[in-house]
């Protein structure tokens, strides 16, 4: 599981405003085309599917820099943040015409090297982006201090802070949606979570109204929020205290149901188990599961509690190997990555009826921690991600018609 470099499993391992994970600056409404917009074709298991790769304006061309598209809403418009030449963060936003709109908060810091003890790589990042165009994500301000954001359609930003939060440097903080693209429901709720003064990392949902309700599941130590759907559902994840994996689901009401699929590892201390990643309006829950080996594996729990599980053809059967779903659209089709025995990502789609197409981004690298990466997926059967290329860097593809 550690091995995964996924955005779901950094998330388990790294949960907070990671210094090197995604802040911003302040709104500069820069309307660009695409950058670069390539459009390709590959076949995904018989399936013609239309790719377009894009580089958000400003985006850095080294290892570890680019563009990072997160969130994609029925329309097609796209979410997401980059990492600059200074590896400095700045949230996007791509239009369905694939012009871009450049999303700084205005209480971001600006500092991206030699930062000091505030740490490097200030800014704005972007994660989840609903219908009417409202995103959520979190930024970092010139004192380290980790907030969360949300952003009217019109441009407008509101702070969000979890009552309970540190007010302390990074890793306290409020993480609305952090590394999730399913963070922000139709109506405007969204969840995330909190890290307190004791470095503790806690749930929570904001209503449309702005009220927070902080949540733990009982005996958990780490709590993770990963989707909610549109009746205010929450489905996610809690370590308990020997650092087992546990999925939730927490109802409209607050009650809140723990889960175990079959075949998830419980060995003290493995941090293995299992993990709740989507949610759809129904209630049915997508999410992975590791084995006492390490292996990753798919599952789907109907809102009876039966769990069907699944692997994606070609995906590695060793440690930190396996299929990894990354989100689900609201009929229920999944996509994500399976990492091959090199630990090469590809993607996948898999349909509410369980059949599979695969697909690899054209030019992506072909080296560990290189290839495809997946992140969400819409109604109409779209899907965007990461596009690691053999250099390392990102950046963003848009499939259509898969």
């Keep these: 599981m550690k091995n995964t470099l996924s955005n779901t499993t950094a998330k388990i391992f790294k949960s907070v405003c990671p210094s090197n994970v995604y802040p911003r600056i302040r709104v500069s409404l820069c309307l660009v085309l695409c950058t670069l917009g390539l459009g390709l074709s590959v076949n995904a298991g018989g399936t013609t599917t239309n790719i377009t790769t894009f580089d958000a304006p400003g985006a850095g061309t080294a290892a570890g820099q680019g563009t990072i598209a997160f969130s994609l809403n029925p329309s097609g418009a796209i979410a997401g943040f980059t990492r600059d030449a200074n590896n ?3 949230g996007f936003l791509r239009a369905p015409d694939g012009t871009f709109t450049i999303i700084d908060d205005p209480a971001a810091g600006t500092c991206s090297a030699s930062c000091g003890t ?8 972007a994660y989840a982006i609903n219908p009417s165009g409202q995103i959520v994500g979190s930024y970092t301000d010139n004192s380290a201090h980790c907030h969360g954001y949300v952003r009217a359609a019109n441009g407008t930003f509101t702070q969000i802070d979890a009552p309970d939060a540190g007010t302390g440097p990074f890793p306290q903080g409020t993480f609305p949606s952090n590394i999730t693209p399913m963070g922000i429901n139709p109506a405007g709720a969204i969840i995330g979570f909190y890290v307190d003064a004791s470095s503790v990392q806690h749930g929570f949902v904001r209503a449309p109204n702005g009220i927070i309700t902080e949540f733990d599941p009982t005996g958990s130590i780490f709590t993770d929020p990963n989707a909610i759907n549109a009746v205010g559902a929450i489905a996610g994840f809690y370590f308990d205290a020997n650092f087992v994996g546990h999925g939730f689901l927490r109802a409209p009401n607050g009650t809140i149901t723990s889960f175990d699929a079959p075949g998830a590892d419980h060995t003290p201390g493995s941090f293995n188990g299992t993990f709740g990643v989507g949610l759809t309006p ?24 039966t769990f069907t599980t699944y692997d994606v053809p070609g995906a590695g059967t060793g440690a930190g190997q396996g299929t990894l779903p990354e989100s689900n659209n609201t009929q229920g ?25 695969t697909f690899d981004v054209p030019g992506t690298g072909t080296g560990a921690g290189q290839g495809t ?4 997926n ?21 499939v259509e018609g898969l």
């Design 88 to 90: 400095a963060r700045h």
């Design 118 to 125: 505030i740490g490097n790589g200030q800014g704005t990042r």
């Design 282 to 305: 129904n209630g049915e829950i997508e999410g992975v599961d590791v084995d006492v080996n390490g292996v990753l594996h798919g599952f789907v729990r109907a809102t009876d509690g």
């Design 333 to 357: 089709a999944i996509t994500g990555q399976f990492i091959d025995g090199n630990f090469v990502n590809h993607a996948f789609g898999r349909s509410n009826q369980g059949s599979f197409s």
């Design 373 to 376: 990466i997946p992140v969400d």
């Design 378 to 398: 819409n109604d109409p059967g779209a899907i965007t991600g990461e596009a690691i290329d053999g250099g390392n860097v990102i950046h963003g593809f848009l």
